[in-house]
């Protein structure tokens, strides 16, 4: 099956900086990567969509500004989180499709902790 | 709009039991329906999905799921479940096979007891 990975799986960082995040699809091009944000204990909410060499489509409420999203490549999607607070905390979790696959494949999550 | 719900927040099965998970989905459209499973930390692992034909799909680990339109509902089953089978489940519509976005239930916590 289509394979997506993420890294880094875990990240802590101090409040005001940014965050990189990145995400791979390791055996097929990605044409479309999503974003999906999960507070514990609690359900995924999508916070964009990626099309390669486009920009992203944020979800209501979600600040583009905030979460920078760049797809520049058919196997890479980036979320950087800009000057993060605590309340940035949480799991953040990819997932990608393409053209040959019939669903989305979701990579590990990334578990950001802002101090 | 689209939406799921899972009424069901937790559920504890003794090891062997059978299992149901309910879900109840909301779309205007043919809808695409899918079971995600996910273990503590992490990512999701598609269990199976549901696009058109036959109302009782298979999928892996043993799990199946009926979709019913009249009664707009997608719910897993299991006949025997294994203590592995502890793990968050969520089920989720989407708007077509793949580069569509999907909408998340709020998940249903499976405890497994020996």
């Known amino acids: 099956g289509a394979v997506v990975s993420q890294h880094p799986s875990r990240v802590i960082c101090k409040s005001g900086t940014s965050v990189k995040i990145e995400c791979r699809s390791l055996?097929?091009?990605?044409?479309?990567m999503f974003w999906y944000r999960q507070f514990p204990k609690q359900s995924l909410m999508l916070m964009a969509t990626?099309?390669?060499?486009?920009?992203?489509?944020?979800e209501q409420g979600v600040e583009k500004d905030k979460f920078l999203i760049n797809h520049a490549s058919l196997t890479l999607s980036t979320l950087t989180v800009t000057s993060a607070h605590p309340e940035d905390s949480s799991f953040y979790i990819c997932?990608?499709?393409?053209?040959?696959?019939?669903?989305?494949?979701f990579g590990p999550g990334t578990r950001l902790t802002v101090l | 709009a689209q939406s799921v719900t899972q009424p069901d927040i937790h559920i504890t099965v003794s090891e062997g039991a059978s299992l149901e998970l309910r879900c109840n989905y909301s779309?205007?459209?043919?809808?695409?329906l899918f079971w995600y499973v996910q273990s503590p930390g992490q990512g999701l692992q598609l269990l199976l999905k549901?696009?058109?034909?036959?109302?009782l799909v298979q999928g892996i680990k043993g799990f199946e799921a009926e979709f019913k339109r009249s009664q707009s509902s997608f719910n897993l089953r299991k006949p025997s479940v294994h203590w592995s089978d502890a793990a968050e489940y969520f089920c989720?519509?989407?708007?077509?096979?793949?580069?569509?976005?999907?909408?998340f239930g709020g998940g249903t916590r499976v405890l497994v007891k020996p």
């Open positions: 997932s990608a499709s393409g053209l040959r696959t019939d669903t989305q494949y």
């Open positions: 055996d097929f091009q990605a044409t479309t």
């Open positions: 990626s099309n390669e060499g486009s920009k992203a489509t944020y």
């Open positions: 779309y205007g459209a043919t809808p695409y």
């Open positions: 549901y696009f058109s034909g036959d109302t």
């Open positions: 989720a519509v989407g708007a077509g096979a793949a580069g569509n976005k999907l909408t």
